[in-house]
């Protein structure tokens, strides 16, 4: 008899990752996936808990599974990730949603096989979240889901501490893996076919800081090497880590994307100082132009947080001003989200919701307009495309430039995880639109 799975997910790419991560696990255990949570035998949420919003959609979605267990009685439920991490939220699902079977944390995640087995034979419910950041597990087995890209985590955890960030309290202290371990993974994932292959952090560029394994630049000019045709990015750059040798070892490698996630939050000094993000706008402005002076064409995006506590309307003004001047290729855009958990839920001076509001328009519309023109630039050029998908609503192809640029065409076969050249046509804010080159 065959028994399904269906896994949730909520937050960043991180989490993807780690949704197949869990998927290998469930794959092990006998289970296949399946689209619909009805017909799931076992249903997994990987929660994450960096906005309020994803923590509420989780606690949402969990509820509204009561009337399904209690008509399957037998499935599975399990919640893990980083909402479950946080200091007593454990004990708050468990209270709230009796009929959870399992949570599990951020730092036991390996675990889950065994605590599934430990559940069938019982009916008590396994809640285990360990303090400890625990060592990392080079033996997972992801069962990969977005082919032709595929992730590869390089450090887990976070030392900076950022005033309105609860990473550091739910994923722990940054650890890093072996680089022979990360390289071999790239290695048998080029050999598998994948195309694309994007080393994740909550910091890459502090990779291995403090031990005597290789530098980040170091380790992705050894990827980089490699042989076959790919594309190798990395998420995310913290600025304060960001170096001229990273900058040069983007210009010298065609197989690394001239794409760059660099989130400076704010263009505000008097902010960045309160978030603890430990530069300023000038230094920001500093890297970016050793990044522009090595790699003229490189695509930077970033993320950016308005409402901060104590923002003023200069403060405000101050990244308005920023955003204009290094010209980002897109923004992640966000109101402050207050984190209990966190120094800045502390600080007097919560902006009101009203103000923050029309600040995110105003900041919103300036990004959009930058987007729009730098998309605009492409009509009329020929650019390679890896392609990653058939959208069915449109009926067309879909893929990225090395820049991080979508685009969408015809093709009369499948060509999803090739490279093509296409035509670019026409242009739609952050898409684009065009027909294959044929050689």
Request: contains cysteine; glycine residues 6%.
């Amino acid at each position: 008899m065959e028994r399904f799975y269906h896994i949730t997910t909520y937050g960043c790419q991180m989490n993807v990752h780690e949704s197949e991560k869990i998927a290998g696990i469930l794959a092990e255990l006998g289970y296949k996936a399946c689209e619909n949570i009805e017909d799931a035998d076992i249903a997994v949420f990987n929660t994450c808990c960096i906005r309020e919003n994803a923590e509420n959609h989780a606690f949402g979605n969990i509820g509204m599974l009561k009337k399904l267990k209690s008509k399957k009685r037998d499935m599975i439920v399990a919640v893990g990730g980083c909402l479950t991490q946080q200091i007593g939220k454990a004990d708050i699902l468990h209270e709230k949603f009796p009929y959870v079977d399992i949570i599990f944390g951020t730092h036991n995640l390996n675990k889950l096989k065994e605590y599934i087995l430990k559940k069938q034979k019982q009916k008590k419910a396994i809640i285990e979240i360990e303090d400890s950041e625990g060592i990392i597990c080079e033996e997972d087995k992801p069962l990969r889901t977005s082919y032709p890209n595929a992730w590869i985590n390089i450090t887990y955890g976070c030392n900076n501490f950022c005033s309105y960030c609860i990473v550091p309290y739910v994923r722990g202290r940054e650890r890093s893996r072996r680089s022979e371990n990360i390289i071999a993974e790239a290695k048998a994932l080029i050999e598998d076919g994948y195309k694309e292959i994007t080393l994740l952090g909550q910091n890459v560029n502090s990779y291995n800081n403090g031990t005597d394994d290789i530098s980040f630049p170091e380790l992705l000019q050894k990827i980089a090497a490699l042989d076959g045709k790919f594309r190798l990015r990395f998420m995310t750059s913290h600025p304060k880590d960001f170096s001229e040798e990273l900058a040069k070892v983007i210009a010298a490698n065609d197989k690394i994307c001239n794409n760059v996630h660099l989130p400076v939050q704010s263009g505000s000094n008097a902010v960045l100082a309160a978030m603890n993000r430990k530069y300023t706008a000038e230094n920001y402005l500093q890297k970016v132009e050793i990044l522009k002076k090595y790699v003229p064409d490189c695509a930077i995006t970033t993320d950016l947080i308005v409402g901060f506590p104590n923002e003023t309307d200069e403060d405000f003004e101050a990244t308005l001003k920023l955003v204009k001047e290094v010209g980002f290729s897109s923004a992640f855009t966000f109101v402050y989200s207050r984190r209990n958990g966190t120094v800045a839920a502390k600080m007097d001076g919560q902006i009101p919701e009203e103000v923050s509001k029309q600040r995110i328009m105003r900041l919103v519309e300036l990004v959009n307009s930058q987007t729009r023109e730098q998309s605009a630039k492409y009509v009329g050029r020929t650019v390679e495309i890896l392609c990653e998908d058939f959208d069915k609503k449109k009926g067309l192809y879909l893929g990225r430039d090395e820049h991080g640029r979508m685009a969408y065409f015809e093709s009369q076969n499948s060509v999803i995880g090739e490279f093509v050249n296409v035509k670019i046509t026409a242009a739609n804010g952050v898409s684009l639109t065009g027909e294959i080159v044929k050689e």
